[in-house]
T-cell receptor, first 112, second 114 residues
């Protein structure tokens, strides 16, 4: 499985856009990139998934350059409730659900 | 609420005791996963079921751990002779086999071994 590297922590003020970059230099051709969010004392929650270029949903955007060796999760205008740990995962899409391999994640702290 | 429930939410036990946790996945989901998460770390895979069959076990799952999913619905994770190193959050997740992406996680069971 491709190893991922992301910042340990980030700080932001409420209302700002936050970009969290994940490095995955040895990503394989059939790997997808998935981001999860986790609040304290809760299980992780799926945010977004992509393969290349840009994906956007109601929560976030995911930017993936052509070489796919990195990806950036963009959270527009964060609020205090976005304070959480964000995990970048890379895993092959076999057409069936596979186990997830989490790293240590990025701890985002949003303040006023 | 993701639709996946876990019971109990918290468990405090003394070293050497046995504990059992329960996970109720989303009803139509046939794949069920167990993960363990220690403080400051991401969740680590323990084992998973396809219906009632246990298809993979991590090396983290020592012989003191056993998991079952007897009728392909709820699952239990038992830890025998608990040790202080077993203190962690135990997470359950479910997904429909053949679907991509999102695993639905329960709120977890936090185990403290004294």
């Amino acid at each position: 499985l491709a190893k991922t590297t992301q910042p340990i922590s980030m700080d932001s003020y409420e209302g700002q856009e936050v970009n969290i970059t994940c490095s995955h230099n040895n990503i394989a051709t059939n790997d997808y990139i998935t981001w999860y969010q986790q609040f304290p004392s809760q299980g992780p929650r799926f945010i977004i998934q992509g393969y290349k270029t840009k994906v956007t949903n109601e929560v976030a955007s995911l930017f993936i350059p052509a070489d796919r060796k990195s990806s950036t999760l963009s959270l527009p205008r964060v609020s205090l409730s976005d304070t959480a740990v964000y995990y970048c995962l890379v895993a092959p899409d076999t057409g069936t659900a596979s186990k997830l391999t989490f790293g240590t994640g990025t701890r985002l702290q949003v303040t006023l | 609420d993701t639709g996946v429930s876990q019971d109990p939410r918290h468990k405090i036990t003394k070293r050497g005791q046995n504990v059992t946790f329960r996970c109720d996945p989303i009803s139509e989901h046939n794949r069920l996963y167990w993960y363990r998460q220690t403080l400051g770390q991401g969740p680590e895979f323990l084992t998973y079921f396809q219906n009632e069959a246990q298809l993979e076990k991590s090396r983290l799952l020592s012989d003191r751990f056993s998991a079952e999913r007897p009728k392909g619905s709820f699952s239990t994770l038992e830890i025998q002779r608990t040790e202080q190193g077993d203190s962690a959050m135990y997470l359950c997740a479910s997904i429909l086999s053949g679907s991509r992406g999102e695993q639905f996680f329960g709120p977890g069971t936090r185990l403290t071994v004294l």
